[in-house]
């Protein structure tokens, strides 16, 4: 049965820094992978999606990267600002399609 | 704006009502999906529809009644709930289920509680 844990499960950290945030799952056998964003009294926002084949996708000041032999993702945010502050949330879809879902990381990012 | 839509936002009931959450997609997608949020719990898929047909039923218990008369509306009716039925209720939408590079959009939740 396929398992994502994020580590850590909250993190608050001074505006401008560089953060990693960190995705396991324990069956390797996925089809993609992606990191969301969800916002207090909002829905999920998909941030980055990676394909089983990729190492890493990008988008503005975000990197997600993708080991899928050791069962690892991390999603890199660059100069943090106050307004990333949300909960980050990974998901794997496995090989019965389903998205499975970690707990999140809240993150605060203070002035 | 995420182009799913849910109503109502907040709902507090208790065991003995019924009552129904709406979803609303204006995507033009095909598949619709209700996932269960509980506090310090992953999210948890419950019930899909592709086309307007249930294609997954996530073990969930019979007092969730899912229904979807046309592709763009998702109903998720409630009755004798219990205390710990209280969470964040999603909905969301993708072109197809079961497309393995698609995206799911989400609604905003229905924030429910269970008295």
């Known amino acids: 049965k396929q398992e994502v844990t994020q580590i850590p499960a909250a993190l608050s950290v001074p505006e401008g820094e560089n953060l990693v945030l960190n995705c396991s799952f324990t069956d390797s056998a996925i089809y993609n992978l992606q990191w969301f964003r969800q916002d207090p009294g909002k829905g999920l926002t998909s941030l980055l999606l990676?394909?089983?084949?990729?190492r890493e996708q990008t988008s503005g000041r975000l990197n997600a990267s993708l080991d899928k032999s050791s069962g690892r993702s991390t999603l890199y945010i660059a100069a943090s600002q106050p307004g990333d502050s949300a909960t980050y949330l990974c998901?794997?879809?496995?090989?019965?399609?389903?998205?499975?879902f970690g707990t999140g990381t809240r993150l605060q990012v203070f002035p | 704006e995420t182009g799913v839509t849910q109503t109502p936002r907040h709902l507090v009931m208790g065991m003995t009502n019924k009552k129904s959450l709406k979803c609303e997609q204006h995507l033009g997608h095909n598949a619709m999906y209700w996932y269960k949020q509980s506090a310090k719990k992953p999210l948890e898929l419950m019930f899909v529809?592709?086309?307007?047909?249930?294609?997954e039923n996530n073990s969930v218990p019979s007092r969730f009644s899912p229904e979807c008369p046309n592709s763009s509306h998702l109903f998720l009716h409630l009755h004798t709930l219990q205390p710990e039925d209280s969470a964040l209720y999603l909905c969301?939408?993708?072109?197809?289920?079961?497309?393995?590079?698609?995206?799911?959009?989400f609604g905003p939740g229905t924030r429910l509680t269970v008295l």
């Open positions: 529809y592709s086309l307007e047909e249930r294609v």
């Open positions: 998901a794997v879809r496995s090989n019965t399609d389903k998205l499975i």
């Open positions: 969301a939408s993708s072109q197809d289920a079961g497309w393995r590079a698609d995206t799911q959009y």
């Open positions: 990676i394909q089983s084949s990729q």
